[in-house]
């Protein structure tokens, strides 16, 4: 859908830094003549997600200059990054101590 009550269902695989405290999804209206407008923004803190390895679909407040704007549902999956062995055999870095 489109309009006021737009509809995704997209999949995004991205990396996140060990120390990441949340993830911030900004949606956008896209302009077909100007520059897209900012709609506002979900945060999702990343420690539970980091840890049970998924969270079930759930609603996000979406907010812009602290006013809320909406709401988005969103589920996460986390995967850890597999160490690329033949990488490191074939000049890898490896620290020695």
């Known amino acids: 859908g489109a309009g006021s009550e737009p509809e995704w269902n997209e999949t ?3 990396a996140v830094s060990g120390d990441a405290p949340e993830l911030r999804v900004k949606i956008m209206d896209s ?3 100007s520059a897209d407008d900012l709609v506002g923004e979900a945060c999702i803190p990343l ?3 980091l840890q049970e ?3 079930p679909p ?3 407040r979406v907010v812009k200059d602290e006013e809320y704007r909406g709401e988005i549902k969103i589920a996460l999956t986390f995967t850890p990054a597999e ?3 033949e990488e490191e055999s074939y000049g890898g870095w490896n620290q020695s101590t």
Do not use: C, R, Y
């Open 12 to 14: 995004f695989f991205f």
């Open 31 to 33: 302009d077909a003549l």
């Open 47 to 49: 420690e539970a997600v």
């Open 53 to 55: 390895g998924s969270l």
């Open 58 to 60: 759930a609603v996000h």
């Open 83 to 85: 160490e690329n062995e």
